[in-house]
């Protein structure tokens, strides 16, 4: 079978699991709303395929707790790790994540809660057994706590452990989303964590000192320096019918008040529809239509009820009106797809952040452009702040392009043995493909960094 040949070639199990003090930028800890990866305890990258695979570091007996956020939902603050979701360790650990889910299901795997389960601190009974022996299983609950059916505080840091794995609020209480997601089999975790394996294959990236990765599903964004985490933001991705592709590309410049150039395919399929309806919809949206030379047509004169692909573009100009908002992360890439600044920030108040046609927006993205233009004299986030309030346009050009990366995984480990799991949005992983899998695991995956300033990883051990 394939999950088994692929987890046979790990070299160590996974060990204990601890959240940890959270990390420190500018002094203060990283904090972020739910969907992102639980605090765990730094340690140093997994060395890549063709060395042996280290067991991560037992986690200190005083390591801190992320705090629990009764606030509410959209409101709650999660304390976040250090370590990259994706680094040149990534593979190696999925790897050995899949040899402990493979143990699991040999086992028997883990028991189903019933739909009607009532689960909260303070309740008793036979389905309260039957939690805590899953929390056990998967380690969100140490062996030895297993015995007993109250619904404790060893169950409520259980719970929480649970679900900060897997990008649920931290409650501590069992509702719909953490029951479901308890009710996962263990077939389903494995093929998750095959799945985002696979889609790592034929990937070529540079990991330089200083990178950013989006992981698409868990819908965060991470500036890595120093193989560490040192800006982590919310961000809205593309919808189910637009999803936000997977790329690897360079950061080249930050844009200060861009205008917009609207894709093809949203002024044919939109556009047309909003100007059928209200032809004043381009002006009230600071829209102007151009010719192949960029000169202006006027919209009355073209025929907005037709099929036909326009032979124009729809261009928005700079300001607050912008869909761009008033910031855009250069990065040249075959699906014309960036990272920018939004006029709809209360979008990131919500926990499901898939609602954009496939760009990617960035929560405070103005941190974010600070954290790229570091060794860029003179652009500090002050200096970023002042060249927007101009209200002129401004393209920053990188002296030194920047690696950027948008995977999908839907199942990964960090350094110190969590595994964490989100849900797969877009259904890639039904495309899995076992038997490229089962080459790679004969092949070796990953290649051995060329090293010097840049670190090149080919994953394509096809």
């Known amino acids: 079978m394939g999950r088994v040949a692929v987890a046979g070639v790990i070299l160590a199990t996974m060990t204990g699991m601890a959240l940890a003090e959270p990390p420190q930028v500018a002094g203060q800890p990283v904090l972020l709303s739910p969907g992102v990866s639980p605090a765990v305890t730094p340690s140093k990258p997994a060395p890549p395929t063709g060395k042996p695979v280290q067991r991560p570091a037992k986690p200190s007996a005083n ?8 606030e509410g939902r959209s409101a709650a603050a999660l304390a976040l790790s ?23 299901q040999v086992r028997g795997g883990w028991p189903s809660l019933p739909a009607d389960a009532k689960l909260a601190p303070g309740v008793s009974g036979p389905d309260v057994a039957l939690l805590r022996r899953r929390l056990v299983i998967t380690e969100d609950m140490p062996v030895g706590q297993e015995a007993g059916d109250v619904y404790d505080a060893a169950v409520v840091d259980g719970v929480k452990r649970f679900q900060l794995r897997h990008g649920l609020e931290a409650t501590g209480s069992v509702g719909a989303q953490t029951l479901k997601a308890l009710n996962v089999p263990v077939a389903a975790r494995i093929k998750q964590l095959e799945a985002s394996l696979e889609r790592l294959l034929g990937m070529d990236f540079v990991f330089a000192e200083r990178y950013v990765v ?11 320096g120093g193989d560490k985490v040192q800006r982590r933001y919310r961000v809205i991705v593309g919808k189910i019918d637009k999803p936000s592709p997977t790329l690897t590309a360079y950061i080249t410049a930050i844009n200060l008040n861009p205008t917009w150039t609207v894709p093809l395919s949203i002024t044919k399929n939109e556009i047309f529809a909003h100007m059928r309806r209200d032809p004043s919809y381009l002006s009230r949206m600071h829209m102007r239509v151009l010719g192949a030379h960029d000169e202006e047509i006027d919209p009355q004169s073209i025929d907005w009820s037709s099929g036909r692909s326009p032979n124009f573009t729809v261009r928005q100009d700079s300001g607050a009106w912008n869909a761009l908002g008033n910031l855009k992360i250069d990065m040249p890439n075959p699906y014309s797809v960036y990272m920018h600044d939004t006029d709809a920030r209360r979008l990131f108040e919500n926990d499901y952040r898939f609602d954009s046609h496939g760009c990617t927006r960035v929560d405070n ?22 060249g927007i309030a101009t209200g002129e346009r401004k393209i920053i050009n990188l002296p030194h392009k920047m690696p950027v990366a948008w995977v999908y995984l839907t ?32 092949a070796g995956g990953f290649v051995a960094p060329l090293g010097h300033d840049l670190k090149q990883v080919s994953i394509d051990s096809r």
């Open 63 to 70: 390591a801190a707790r992320a705090p629990s956020t009764p």
């Open 82 to 104: 250090s370590d990259p979701v994706f680094d040149e360790g990534t593979y190696a650990r999925i790897k050995e994540a899949l040899l402990s889910y493979a143990d699991i």
């Open 214 to 224: 989006v992981n698409i599903p868990a819908a965060f964004v991470e500036a890595v």
């Open 365 to 386: 993205v103005r941190d974010l452009a600070a954290w790229i233009l570091q060794d860029v004299p003179g652009w500090n986030r002050a200096a970023i702040d002042a």
């Open 411 to 442: 199942g990964w480990m960090t350094r110190d043995g969590i595994i964490e799991f989100r849900e797969d949005v877009y259904a890639h992983d039904e495309a899995l493909d076992r038997t490229a899998l089962d080459e790679a695991a004969r």
